[in-house]
């Protein structure tokens, strides 16, 4: 059983910048990816970007250039750090994790981008 929890969401003005946590319960060495989706008010929940057990790394267009994921196998944690946030990236963030053919998820943290 993996328990995913996300830290770090909140109010920022558009052009501001936020940083992410997921800590993982245990190793994150399995866990594989791991990556961070998103649920805007009344849309579908969509995929922002994963990181494998090796570090390597891929982005959703809208973001790409903006955001930067990263993992601390020694912390158990991933990170997403957004800079440049525009007020269309207003939503709540999702941790996400795949342990064989298991999906885990995270709570949820609401950030908003609005001056």
């Known amino acids: 059983q993996v328990q995913l929890v996300e830290s770090g969401g909140g109010l920022v003005q558009p052009g501001g910048s936020l940083r992410l946590s997921c800590a993982a319960s245990?190793?994150?060495?399995?866990?594989?990816?791991m990556g961070w989706y998103r649920q805007a008010p009344g849309k579908q929940r969509e995929w922002v970007a994963e990181i494998t057990s090796r570090g390597r790394t891929n982005y959703a267009d809208s973001v790409k250039g903006r955001f930067t994921i990263s993992r601390d196998n020694a912390k158990n944690t991933v990170y997403l750090q957004m800079n440049s946030l525009k007020p269309e990236d207003t939503a709540v963030y999702y941790c996400?994790?795949?342990?064989?053919?298991?999906?885990?998820w995270g709570q949820g943290t609401q950030v908003t981008v609005s001056s």
């Open positions: 245990g190793s994150i060495f399995t866990i594989n990816p």
């Open positions: 996400h994790g795949r342990v064989d053919i298991y999906d885990y």
